[in-house]
């Protein structure tokens, strides 16, 4: 599982990511979530010689949970059901973010800390609630 942070932009430089806002705890998930994109897409793409791309817009964690920000570009309307079943598959991506800890990875669930949410495993909520 790759962890670098810069890895989509090393990887996929055509992909146009404009910023990851989340802890490390998160990389390995959001780039399997690239990684899973870009192989269905140019599988779609070859199959049906097409030349569909995305841009990621951003990536960020609100309310405790990732958000994954894209649009598909060289799409028709006969490519609906594909975009809309990546779509699906991202939210779904989302939902399992929330059993991650932001910070490290490691089994979680989301927490109010002094006021905010945040997803962290018993030991990052510890520390993070220590240094207050
Ligand atoms: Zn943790």
């Not at 990887?11 to 780039?31: F, K, R, T, V």
């Not at 399997?32 to 791309?53: H, W």
């Not at 920000?69 to 973010?97: Q, R």
């Not at 962290?120 to 993070?128: H, I, R, S, V």
Request: contains cysteine; aromatic residues 14%; negative net charge.
């Amino acid at each position: 599982m790759n962890n670098n942070k810069d890895y989509i932009a090393t990887a996929y430089p055509e992909l146009q990511l404009s910023y990851i806002e989340c802890e490390d705890g998160w990389i390995p998930h959001i780039n399997k979530i690239t990684d899973r994109l870009v192989k269905d897409i140019t599988e779609y793409n070859s199959k049906k010689e097409k030349n569909i791309s995305f841009v990621i817009n951003q990536i960020k964690e609100k309310f405790g949970g990732l958000r994954y920000y894209v649009t598909f570009t060289n799409t028709d309307v006969s490519d609906n059901d594909f975009t809309a079943g990546l779509h699906k598959y991202i939210w779904d991506m989302e939902h399992v973010s929330v059993y991650i800890c932001e910070k490290c990875g490691m089994y979680a669930e989301t927490r109010n800390t002094h006021g905010w949410y945040k997803t962290l495993c018993d030991k990052c909520y510890d520390d993070c609630m220590d240094k207050e």
